[in-house]
Structure formats: structure tokens, C-alpha cells
Nanobody
């Protein structure tokens, strides 16, 4: 089994930065990892993903150039550095992992089997 625990959320003003962390535990091999977010009244959307072996990051257009996904494999931690935050970035952010059994695209939630509990990010104008 895999457990994902996010941390690092909080409240910032527009233009500020936050770094989210996701601690990964468990023995299952994780092939892809990603960050999704869900704002009130909206569907969950993928914002960043990474192929853990090839280390290729991908970003949604809405965050490209502002967010950076990275991983520290020895520490078993996934990060999301968020810069130039906007009020529309306000959401609960979820860390997620896939064992590679299903593939619907890196930004499709059906790809992922493991989810963290989420961490709130609030950006004020």
C-alpha cells in the first residue's frame, strides 16, 4: 500500500509563493506522480505531473511558467513550487500516485490509484 501526506499549504497574497511537499511511504512502485487541485464548486483538475523514471515534468497551461514539480527520490518526497500565485489558484491541492496499471493521461484522475488528504492553498488579491 502507498500513503501520501501533503504539507505546505497556507494563505498568501497574490504574487506570493508556496511550496507544497508530499511524503511518500509504502513499498509499491510508483510510476507517475502528480498534483491536482479542486476549487469549491469545480471539478478536480491536474496541474502538474511527472514520470518518475524519465523525470519528465508536465504542466497544465494555467500554471505553466509559474509552478514547478520536482522529486527527491532518496527522501521519497514530491514537491510543487508555486510562484506568482493568483487568486484563481485557490483550491485544495492533492498529491497523487500511479502504479502504472492504468493510463488515461497524466492529467486524468483515473490514472491514479493513490491520493493524499489534500492541503488548502488560499491566495488573496
Amino acid at each position: 500500500q502507498v500513503q501520501l501526506v501533503e504539507s505546505g499549504g497556507g494563505s498568501v497574497q497574490a504574487g506570493g509563493s508556496l511550496r507544497l511537499s508530499c511524503a511518500v511511504s509504502g513499498d509499491t512502485v510508483i510510476t507517475y506522480m502528480g498534483w491536482f487541485r479542486q476549487a469549491p464548486g469545480k471539478e478536480r483538475e491536474g496541474v502538474a505531473g511527472i514520470d518518475r523514471d524519465r523525470k519528465i515534468p508536465m504542466y497544465a497551461d494555467s500554471v505553466k511558467g509559474r509552478f514547478t514539480i520536482s522529486q527527491d527520490n532518496p527522501k521519497k518526497t514530491l514537491y510543487l513550487q508555486m510562484n506568482s500565485l493568483k487568486p484563481e489558484d485557490t483550491a485544495v491541492y492533492f498529491c497523487t500516485g500511479s502504479n502504472g496499471e492504468k493510463w488515461f493521461g497524466i492529467f486524468d484522475s483515473r490514472t491514479y490509484q493513490y491520493w493524499g488528504q489534500g492541503t488548502q492553498v488560499t491566495v488573496s488579491s
